[in-house]
């Protein structure tokens, strides 16, 4: 049997499909899933997604690192947010970080019922694409998007990543094919063509330009960070 290749464009979208029948893959590429498999590659050795600020805060005398971000900043009184640029293995080696953002913890929630989760972004595309060539599962690209909004740099990744599966014997949705359609206009130079994107504005606005470039190095890592209960730990 056929498995399916889907793409959910926006997390509102999630209860449409039956997540339960998918490995679901979670994208929040500017910048939750990019610093979280920088993260695991570093050797963090859990991250936990949460969706409020309030159950980060919760985590505080566990002595956990804790990381909180809304509208691209961090949340004064935590101690990151989700810049790639504090996941170093200086910071996170051995280490258990809680965190929540605006887009991505969201989506990985709504996600939680799936056969698997799994975190993807460019830092490790092609460790992930081998990994799900190998699963005869459902697959499910879930796009965290802006505040339930559609945005460009989650489409063009999930597009990627139809790219390396679509000849493998999968069946596509309409959103597959729209996402990979839109990789191939960006795929020649894909750091120029998000430079238009809403979200890579509100990023140049906090100055914070470098996390924009750092997001878009491709296969950086070959971490997997895959969701076991409660923590996203490393694929083994």
């Known amino acids: ?44 050795e859990a991250i936990i997604p949460v969706s409020e600020i309030e159950e980060c805060e919760g985590y505080r005398p566990h002595g956990h690192l804790l990381a909180a971000e809304r509208n ?45 989760v799994v975190i993807g972004s460019f830092l490790n595309l092609t460790a992930i694409c081998n990994w799900l060539k190998t699963q005869n599962e459902n697959i499910l690209l879930v796009c965290a998007g802006w505040k339930n909004n559609f945005n460009l ?6 597009g990627a990543v139809v790219e390396q599966l679509k000849h493998s014997g999968f069946k596509l949705d309409d959103a597959a094919i729209a996402a ?32 924009i470039e750092f997001c878009l190095q491709v296969d950086l890592t070959t971490a997997i960070p895959v969701l076991d209960g409660e923590r996203l730990i490393k694929l083994q």
């Open 1 to 44: 049997m056929t498995n399916d290749l889907n793409v959910c464009l926006t997390p509102v979208l999630i209860p449409l499909y039956d997540v339960e029948k998918h490995v679901v893959v979670i994208i929040d590429i500017f910048r939750a899933t990019s610093s979280i498999c920088y993260g695991i590659e570093n050797g963090a």
């Open 153 to 158: 740099e989650d489409t063009l990744f999930a």
């Open 72 to 116: 691209g900043e961090v949340v004064t009184g935590f101690d990151f947010g989700n810049s790639p640029f504090s996941y170093t293995a200086e910071k996170v080696a051995g280490k258990t970080i809680v965190l929540t953002t605006t887009n991505g913890t969201q989506a990985l929630h709504l996600s939680r019922a799936a056969r698997r």
């Open 180 to 211: 990979n359609d839109l990789y191939q206009t960006g795929k020649d130079d894909i750091s120029q063509y998000l430079k238009k994107t809403s979200h890579s504005e509100r990023l140049k606005a906090l100055g914070i330009e470098k996390d």
